[in-house]
């Protein structure tokens, strides 16, 4: 069973950085991809950064250029580094994977998340 465990997240004034870690337990086939995403209270779940296998990342327009999304060379951990948070921002923030538990077996699994709070 595959597990994920993030970390990092906590209060930081609007203009500050934070590192988001997650930690994947539990062995698949093949990982797709691997990314963070968000949820702020009321709001639906967007997308912050994803990175696939072929290595290519993705960012969201409204963190680009101030987030970077980095792995481990096993797939086993992914890192979200954020500079010059801004308020808004505030929310739950989850890791996720997806890919094969076997050739035919798809996986989609997510963190409990981390809360980040930016004060203004």
């Known amino acids: 069973q595959v597990q994920l465990a993030e970390s990092g997240g906590g209060l930081v004034q609007a203009g500050g950085s934070l590192t988001l870690s997650c930690v994947r337990s539990?062995?698949?086939?093949?990982?797709?991809?691997l990314g963070w995403y968000r949820q702020a209270p009321g709001q639906q779940c967007e997308l912050v950064a994803t990175?696939?296998?072929?290595?290519?990342?993705h960012y969201a327009d409204y963190v680009e250029g101030r987030c970077t999304l980095s792995r481990d060379n096993a797939w086993n951990s992914i890192y979200l580094q954020m500079n010059n948070l801004k308020a808004e921002e505030t929310a739950t923030y989850y890791c996720?994977?997806?890919?094969?538990?076997?050739?035919?077996?798809?996986?989609?699994?997510w963190g409990q998340g981390t809360q980040v709070t930016v004060s203004s």
């Open positions: 990175v696939n296998a072929g290595g290519g990342t």
């Open positions: 996720n994977v997806q890919g094969y538990l076997s050739p035919t077996s798809w996986d989609d699994d």
């Open positions: 539990g062995s698949m086939f093949r990982v797709v991809s």
